[in-house]
Structures are given as C-alpha cells and as structure tokens.
C-alpha cells in the first residue's frame, strides 16, 4: 500500500507539479487582494435591520432613475442609473443612498496573477489544465495522508512530532502535515469551481410565489442584485443568497420565486472557500497555505529529481563482479554512501556492483555481499528492501558461501535506532554459507566518520586498501570548493598531523587558512596552514569536536572538499626582516613552513614527546621548547623571558612577532612581552598590535 502511496504522489509531483507551484505563486498574490479589497470598500457597512423598501426610498432620494443595484463581498452597493449630477454605474452609502467616490482600482498585478492562476492565460485549455491540477492537488493530498501514516508507523502514531532532521525532507513532511487540511480544502474547492464552470447549469426550480418573504420584510443585507422593470408589465426581480423573487411592481405581491440550484449554491460556497472573499480570517489562512505550498511545490521538486537520479542505478548484477553492495534506502541518503564505497572499490581495481535491495539476486557462486540500509517508519525495512527479509534465504542458498556485513543507517533520535539493519544482520548470519565479514556496525544520523569506520575495519578484513572521497557524502555539494587528499598522517595522544596533497594552481602559502565542512554539518571550520611545497600542505589538529573528528578520521588516500581563505597579516615577511614564531599546542602548524635563518620558534606543549610529531618538518635547529608537565614546568612566555635580549633586538631591527595558539597562552605572552618593552624603552604592545608587529591567529 506504501508503494501505491508513493507512487501516486510521485506521479501527481512529476505530472502537475509546476502548475501548482505557480497557482501557489499567484495564490499567494491573490490572498492578499481581499484585505486591499476590505480596506478600500467605500459604501459603509449598513443597519442589519435596513429594510430593502427603506433603502430604495433612500436611493430614489438621490437617483432620478434607478435601473438595478448589487452589493459585493466587502458591502459595496453598486447602482445601475441616472443621479442627480452624473450617471452610470455609481456607488452609493449604504445607510444615505447618496452617491460616493468608487474605490480606487487595485495594481495590475492581481488581474494578472488571476489570469495565471485562473487559466495559465491560455484561456479554456489554460482552465481545463488548471482543473487537472487540482486534481493532482486532491491526489498529492490523499497519498500525503497515506505516506504520513506509513512515516510514522501506524496510523496510531500519526500525530507524533516529526523532528526536522532534514529541511527537505522532515520540514516538506512537518509542514504537509500541519496543513493537510487547508490544502485539501483549496484543492477540493478549486476542482469543483472547474468542474462547474464548464458543467451546464440547471435551471432554477420553480418555488409557490406564497413562500416568497413578503416585499416589506426583506432586509437590505440578505439582499445580492436587484433589477428594476423598465417597462410596467414587467416584474421587480430580487436576487437573496438561495432565492430570486419576482414582483408585481404595481400591486407589491410576489408572481414568482425560484431556487437557486444547489450546485450555484455550493460554488459560491467554494468560491469563498478558494478565494477568502469578504471572509478577512480565512483570507489570512489562504495566504498561509498558499506560502506553504510554495515551499512544499519546491521541496517536493528537489525530492522527485533526487529520486529520478537514484533511477539511473543498476537493477542486474555484473557478472563479473565478486562483490555486491546492496541498498536500502527510504529517501536516497543510503545511496550517497554506497557511491562512495562503490567508488573506492572501483579505484582499487575491484569489481562490484552496486544494487538496491529490492534486486537482491539469486546468488549461485562466492561473493561478497555488502548491505548498507537505513530504517524507517518504526524501526521498518525502507520502501525498497521490504520484503527482502522473507526472500533472503531462498536468493542466498544456492551459493557455496557468501561473506557479508551490514552497515546500518538510522538517528538515534528514533527509539527503534537501525532496527531493520540489526534483524538483516541476524537472519543474514542464520544462513547456513554465510560469513560475517565485518562486525556490524551502524551509522548515525549519516555520520561520514562512523561510515569512514566501517570502512577501515572492511579494508582490515578484507586485506585491502579502500581510500574513501568524502566530498560524495555531502547532501548538499556546495560550489567552488576544492578537492584534497590525504598524502600522510601522523599522530600523537589527541593531535595529529595531515600532510595533504593539492592542485598547484591554489597558490597556498604558510599562514593561509583551509576552511573544511565536514558531509554531515553545515558549517566550516577554519585550520592553520603550512605549505610545505607547491602542492602539499600541513595540518596540525588536535581533536575537539565534529570537524577535528571528522579529519582525524581520514587516512592516507582519502579526500575531502574544502577552501583556501587567504591570511596575508600571516605571511612570511617579504623583507627578511627578523621573526619570532610562538606557538603552543596546534598553533605552530603555520610556522613549520615559515622558518627562515632569521626567525627564531618558540613552542609550548605539555609532554617533551608531543613536539616528535612536528621534528620531521622544523628546519630550525634548535627551537626553544617549554612543556607545561614535564618535571621542569614552563610555558612559552617562560622561554620569552629568558630569551628577553633576542625579543628586544627583533622589536629594536623592525621585526615581528607572531603568536598562534590558544588565547590563554597569547594573554601570557603579550604580559612578558609588554614586561620586557617597558624595561626596554620599547612601543608598548598595543603599539605594536596596531603597526602589525605583532600579529596573531589564536583561538
Ligand atoms: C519518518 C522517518 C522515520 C524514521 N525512523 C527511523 C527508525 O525507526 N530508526 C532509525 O534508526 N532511523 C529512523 N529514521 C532515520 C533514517 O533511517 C535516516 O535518516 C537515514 O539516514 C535515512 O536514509 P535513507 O534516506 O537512505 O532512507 C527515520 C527517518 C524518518 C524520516
């Protein structure tokens, strides 16, 4: 049934999508028109116990000539006749008959959208494909309902709150959700005004002239047209919400009294349900609705050319290929890693193929059979590997044996956290040929780490050497960014340090900044750079958070995307004038490419052996160390300090002084060297700072 959902709001999607989108546009437009149309009615709201005769009289006050009048939405009386001073069609006050100034016309701009809204300005074919798109609309919202059940589990858990994991997909579902009602509601509407507008209309139904409301007793307000008869023998015909009344003019008895059909009835109904004419609180709705199908047009969009894309995978495995990796995927996140995976496989020389579960073949000879699916609904099979559960042993048997690993993905939002992976997993080991490969293991709200650790205990298993390109893991590729790929890494306790390949073309130097957004956030982080050549460079990271995790993931052969900002107050100076470096922790990654025979490091770190990682890349030969728990406890402002003769001849021959570490450590220095400048008749560091002698990237 999920499928048959699905289906029916893909098609509905693909085949009315950009018309609703546009009547969504236009709509948007248009829900504004009543509050301008409100704001504007000039007649005066009337006494709701004005009879009609006491009205009349007051227009015969004010008009020589009275030939029919019509009270719109927003209580304006338009009057057909001959005043005292001009005529036409002039609007008069409900409560004096006099004759007023006619609104002021509304901008193009709504005629226009209501055109585009009505009939794609394609007139009757335009209509007749508007129509089809309500239609669509009824469809999107039916199969809506359906796939909201089916998301959550059960009709039971329907209402629970949709955590927006996601924009596209959880906000498209949290905000179908919310409006459902008024969406169904515009889409239902909008298809019966099509369908009547080209429906013939009945005739009215003949009434007893007896049960018409006697002349004197009809109110004003229930009043909607009146014609007068310009002839004698000719009736008085009064138009109310469901009746027209016919009367003699001379004796003021009805003749005749019609019903309106109730199909008129229930299109001016509709007509207000679609178009919140003269109803201000409904207007505001619509205008909401409308906005919110803007956006759910748009997301729906991105999600059918997603799924379109996913279209392209094969469906048969490769004959030649050992290794299958099989998909099961809801809304196609799975996908993205197991392009990935296939990727590094194919980079390696080794055949795969790649599948989604609801092809699982019958297997006849030893492969390799890498399961990688998410869960879904309450800890269900997604929509492509239902089903696969009960088929697994009759496709698995066949073949001498089969190794296999599942990798599950799932948020560990869901109580049911990669429910549906963990029962593959058993009913998989329960085949008799079958050989867990690597321990399950399972990926959190599509972590790339958790995901590059699988892979790693794969290539363990395996005996092989996958190297993984992270940039296929981002939801989202953003533009401009460039590829890296890890050429060596190295590590020590928490820190570690990247030596990184590079496009020569960037023109990196030591200083610059490498901005990285790890696949599964949005945001970058910013890392001091090293070149160390013209196309390597040098990370030195100390694990701390999402971004450092993600890097410290990596190993030689991965790649990953980011982006060079430039750090020019970081430079090496061009002069050769002389230099102090001082750094603490990951700070000193800038400076092991900027060490000239005129620059002198200083570095702090706790253990004597932390600084081994850096050895290897510190031309200079004898840097001055501090370590903050080594038994002789110092820091770097220490060595300052003790060093102050070699501080005050770099400020005294125009030289800098730069600090990147931490910001505790930056305070310390800039006291020791404040210190050492008051006692040497120097600028004070403040000075300095603001000449750009002293210059420092700490965080
Ligand atoms: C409606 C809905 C229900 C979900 N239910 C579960 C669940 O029960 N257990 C779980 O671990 N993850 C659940 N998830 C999270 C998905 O499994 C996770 O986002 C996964 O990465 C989606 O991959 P896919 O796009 O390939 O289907 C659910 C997600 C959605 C949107």
């Known amino acids: 049934m999920a499928k048959f959902w699905r289906q029916l709001h893909f098609v509905s999607t693909v085949v009315a999508g950009l018309f609703i989108f546009l009547a969504s546009v236009t709509g948007c437009i248009l829900a504004v028109e009543p509050w301008f149309l409100s704001q504007n009615a000039v007649s005066g709201a009337a006494n709701p ?69 009505r009939s794609l300005f394609l007139k009757t074919p335009g209509r007749i494909l508007v129509g089809l798109a309500a239609l669509a609309l009824v469809f999107l919202s039916i199969s809506g309902i359906g796939l909201h059940i ?22 498209h579902a949290r905000w179908s959700r ?50 007068y008869p310009v002839m004698e023998e000719e009736p008085l015909v009064i138009e109310l919400a469901d009746r027209i009344l016919y009367f003699d003019q001379a004796q003021n008895i009805p003749t005749r009294a019609e019903q309106v059909p109730w199909s008129e009835q229930m299109r001016a109904v509709n007509f207000v349900l679609h178009t919140g004419e003269g109803a201000p ?57 197991a392009d990935a995976l296939e990727e590094a496989f194919t980079r390696q020389g080794i055949q795969v193929c790649t599948l989604g579960m609801e092809n699982l073949p019958k297997v006849t000879s030893a492969k390799t059979l890498l399961f990688l699916t998410s869960t879904y609904g309450d800890g269900d099979a997604p929509e492509n590997a239902q089903g696969v559960l009960k ?55 599509q972590s790339a780490v958790q995901f590059i650790d699988w892979v790693r205990a794969l290539n363990k298993n395996l005996n092989i050497d996958l190297s993984i390109d992270t940039s296929r893991l981002h939801p989202v590729r953003k533009k401009g960014l460039e590829s890296f790929q890890i050429r060596e890494k190295a590590e020590q306790e928490d820190t570690f340090l990247l030596r990184i390949l590079h496009d020569k073309n960037l023109g990196i ?85 900027q060490q000239s025979s005129n620059s002198q490091l200083f570095w702090g770190g706790k253990y004597q052996t932390d600084f081994k990682l850096f050895e290897k890349y510190c031309s200079i030969n004898s840097p001055y160390l501090a370590f903050s728990r080594e038994k002789e406890k110092a820091y770097v402002q220490d060595l300052l300090l003790c060093r102050e003769a070699d501080v005050v001849k770099v400020l005294k021959e125009n030289g800098t002084i730069k600090i990147c570490g931490s910001l505790t450590m930056l305070k310390g220095v800039l006291d020791t060297v404040e210190k050492i400048a008051a006692s040497n008749a120097l600028p004070s560091t403040e000075e300095l700072r603001k000449s750009g002698r002293i210059v420092t990237d700490c965080y």
């Open 49 to 117: 116990d004005l009879k009609l005769v006491d009205f009349q009289s007051k227009l015969s006050e004010n008009f020589l000539e009275v030939f029919s009048f019509e009270k719109d939405a927003y209580g304006n009386i338009k009057v057909e006749g001959i005043g005292l001073e001009e005529e036409g069609t002039l609007f008069v006050s409900a409560e004096s008959g006099s004759v007023l100034q006619p609104p002021p016309k509304l901008s193009r701009l709504f005629d226009t959208s209501r055109d585009l809204h």
């Open 150 to 171: 089916k998301r959550a589990g059960g009709l039971r858990s329907v209402l629970k709150s949709i955590r927006i994991l996601e924009l596209r997909r959880d906000g």
């Open 178 to 227: 919310l409006f459902l009602v008024p969406i169904l509601i515009v889409a239902v509407s909008g298809l019966y005004l099509s369908v009547v507008r080209f429906a013939p209309t009945p005739p009215n139904a003949a009434l007893s002239p007896a049960s018409a409301t006697p002349l004197d007793q009809i109110l004003l307000s229930d009043v909607r047209q009146v014609a």
């Open 281 to 337: 609180v409904w207007t505001g709705f619509l205008l909401l609705t409308s906005l919110v199908m803007v956006f759910l047009s748009f997301t729906g969009f991105q999600m059918v050319v997603e799924r379109l894309r996913l279209k392209k995978h094969r469906t048969v495995p490769d004959a030649n290929a050992d290794t299958i990796i099989l998909v099961g995927s809801e809304t196609g996140h799975t996908w993205r890693f």
């Open 391 to 445: 088929r697994l042993n009759a496709c698995l048997s066949g073949a001498d044996s089969i190794k296999f690993s599942v990798l599950g993905f799932g948020s560990s939002e869901y109580p049911a956290f990669c429910a549906f992976a963990e029962v593959l997993r058993y009913t998989l080991a329960a085949i008799e040929n079958t050989r867990e490969i690597a321990p399950y293991s399972t990926v959190d709200n």
């Open 509 to 593: 130097r030591s200083g610059d900044l490498l901005g990285v957004y790890p696949p599964d956030e949005n945001i970058e982080r910013y890392y001091s750079i090293a070149s160390v050549s013209p196309t390597e460079l040098l990370l030195v990271i100390k694990r701390t958070g999402l971004c450092s995790n993600f890097l410290g993931s990596l190993a030689a052969g991965d790649r990953f995307e980011g982006y060079i900002k430039a750090n020019s107050a970081f430079y090496e100076p061009v002069d050769e004038k002389p230099a102090l470096l001082v750094a603490n922790g990951t700070g000193i990654a800038p400076f092991l490419g």
